[in-house]
T-cell receptor
Framework: GAGVSQSPSNKVTEKGKDVELRCDPI?????LYWYRQSLGQGLEFLIY????????KSGLPSDRFSAERTGGSVSTLTIQRTQQEDSAVYLC????????????FGPGTRLTVT | GEDVEQSLFLSVREGDSSVINCTYT??????LYWYKQEPGAGLQLLTY?????DMKQDQRLTVLLNKKDKHLSLRIADTQTGDSAIYFC???????????FGSGTRLQVQP
């Protein structure tokens, strides 16, 4: 079946602008995660959604970052007033709640802030 | 907090075995994973091991877990040039579902 999809695949934006990144999880996966991968920081957890529970936002680096998940499926990660240090690849993953918590990753969105 | 460490680079010859090592600090780790990332691609889940196991074999892949020493390894038998990639070790626990990743080990396979 279809895997996790993300859009856009690449995004170039000017410093100070807002951006929205989209993630479509695997159908039937109730848990959704956002991570980012950057040269300096490696792979970092950002936020986790599980069903209708309040999201775990403990990894968000600042209040410029927010995410929502509508209808238990698609998620949008929003970065306001982008800074150059936000440049990274933003990865989305999904999993079922039961069992082994295997997370399946999308191809990522490469964000470049100029 | 949790910490996962890996060596940065490993070079092997085609046909040899590769062993990639990982250490972690969180004693409550429940699952440990190996992910593969090829250039320009996303993360591909290779295999995982539950913390009450000490070994798991899946075709050319063997995962060994020493829970006492908090040491995890991934052995790739008969390494091929297509195995060249970055390999990430990751852990999670029942309390915190998010993955904590190591810095990744770049495997270079020489023909």
């Amino acid at each position: 079946g279809a895997g996790v999809s993300q859009s856009p695949s690449n995004k170039v934006t000017e410093k100070g602008k807002d951006v929205e990144l989209r993630c479509d999880p695997i159908s039937g996966h109730t848990a959704l995660y956002w991570y980012r991968q950057s040269l300096g920081q490696g792979l970092e957890f950002l936020i986790y959604f599980q069903g209708n529970s309040a999201p775990d936002k403990s990894g968000l680096p600042s209040d410029r970052f927010s995410a929502e998940r509508t209808g238990g499926s698609v998620s949008t990660l929003t970065i306001q007033r982008t800074q150059q240090e936000d440049s990274a690849v933003y990865l989305c993953a999904s999993s079922t709640l039961a069992g082994r918590y295997e997370q399946y990753f999308g191809p990522g969105t490469r964000l470049t802030v100029t | 907090g949790e910490d996962v460490e890996q060596s940065l680079f490993l070079s092997v010859r085609e046909g040899d075995s590769s062993v990639i090592n990982c250490t972690y600090t969180d004693s409550s780790s429940t699952y440990l994973y190996w992910y593969k990332q090829e250039p320009g691609a996303g993360l591909q889940l290779l295999t995982y091991i539950f913390s009450n196991m000490d070994m798991k074999q899946d075709q050319r892949l063997t995962v060994l877990l020493n829970k006492k020493d908090k040491h995890l390894s991934l052995r790739i038998a008969d390494t091929q040039t297509g195995d060249s990639a970055i390999y990430f070790c990751a852990e999670s626990d029942t309390g915190r579902r998010a993955l904590t990743f190591g810095s990744g080990t770049r495997l270079q396979v020489q023909p």
